[in-house]
C-alpha cells in the first residue's frame, strides 16, 4: 500500500467527517483494523508493522498514553497508522460507516468493578451492536483481559447481541511477539490472561443454515 509517511499520525476527530473515508485517511484501501484504547500503542504498532497492508486506528480517550503512541508511531515513520483521542463509543456510533472494518480489538479494557462504574465500561451492549454494524460480513471481534470474571461478563454482552459466533476463546497468547502494553506487563508477572475472537454472524441464523431440510 502506498501510504504517505509524512501525513499526520494524530487525527482530531472533527476532521473524520459524518463518516470516516478510510481510503482518504489511510491514502490506501487495505483493510481496517480499529484498536479500541490503544493505551501506549504496543499492539498497534507491532501488528502495523507486522500486516503492512492493513489500515490501523488507535482509538484511546486518555491524552497521556494517546499522545506517548502518537509519538511513538511518529518516530518510527510507520505510515499505516492513525491515531485519533475520542470515546470509542462515540466513535463507533456516530462516524465508523457500516459494513467497513475488518477488525475489531478490544484488549484489556478497564473493568471498572464498582456497579455505580459499570457505565464508564467501553463494551456495553450499544457498543457491541455499533461494532457489529461497523464490521464487514466476516469480519472479526478480539477481546482480551486477566480478568476470569469479567472476561465471562464480556462474553455475555458480545453474544448476547445475537450478532457474532464465538470463534475460540482461551488463554491469551502472551508468548506472540505482537502483544500490548498491559499484556507484556501480565506475562511478566505471570498472570493469567483470557482472550477469544467472535466472527460477525448471526449464531441462530448459521445453526439453521447447518440443519438438515429433512
Ligand atoms: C487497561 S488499558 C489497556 C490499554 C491497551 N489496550 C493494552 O492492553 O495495553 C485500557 C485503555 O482503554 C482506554 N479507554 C477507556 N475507555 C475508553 C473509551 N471509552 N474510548 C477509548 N479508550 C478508552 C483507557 O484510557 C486505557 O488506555
Known amino acids: 500500500m502506498s501510504i504517505d509517511a509524512g501525513e499526520a499520525v494524530e487525527i482530531r476527530v472533527g476532521d473524520l467527517g459524518s463518516q470516516v473515508d478510510w481510503a482518504g485517511l489511510f491514502g490506501g484501501d487495505g483493510p481496517i483494523e480499529i484498536d479500541v484504547g490503544c493505551g501506549r500503542g504496543m499492539y498497534l504498532i507491532d501488528a502495523a508493522l507486522a500486516r503492512p497492508d492493513a489500515c490501523f486506528l488507535g482509538v484511546e480517550l486518555v491524552p497521556k498514553p494517546f499522545y506517548k503512541a502518537c509519538e511513538r508511531v511518529a518516530k518510527r515513520g510507520i505510515a499505516n497508522v492513525r491515531l485519533v483521542r475520542a470515546d470509542a463509543r462515540q466513535l463507533f456510533a456516530d462516524v465508523v460507516p457500516p459494513a467497513s472494518v475488518s477488525t475489531v480489538h478490544v484488549q484489556f479494557p478497564d473493568p471498572w468493578p464498582k456497579k455505580k462504574h459499570h457505565k464508564r465500561r467501553v ?92
Request: hydrophobic content about 45%; charged content about 25%; proline content about 3%.
Open 123 to 214: 463494551v456495553t451492549p450499544e457498543f457491541v451492536a455499533s461494532v457489529a454494524t461497523a464490521l464487514r460480513p466476516g469480519g472479526s471481534l478480539h477481546i482480551a483481559t486477566d480478568i476470569a470474571d469479567y472476561f465471562d461478563e464480556l462474553l455475555l454482552v458480545v453474544e448476547g447481541s445475537g450478532a457474532f459466533r464465538l470463534v475460540t476463546e482461551g488463554r491469551y497468547d502472551a508468548a506472540g511477539e505482537i502483544v500490548t502494553n498491559f499484556a507484556a506487563k501480565y506475562r511478566d508477572q505471570g498472570r493469567e490472561m483470557y482472550e477469544a475472537w467472535l466472527t460477525l454472524g448471526d449464531t441462530a441464523a448459521d445453526d439453521r443454515a447447518g440443519d438438515a431440510p429433512f
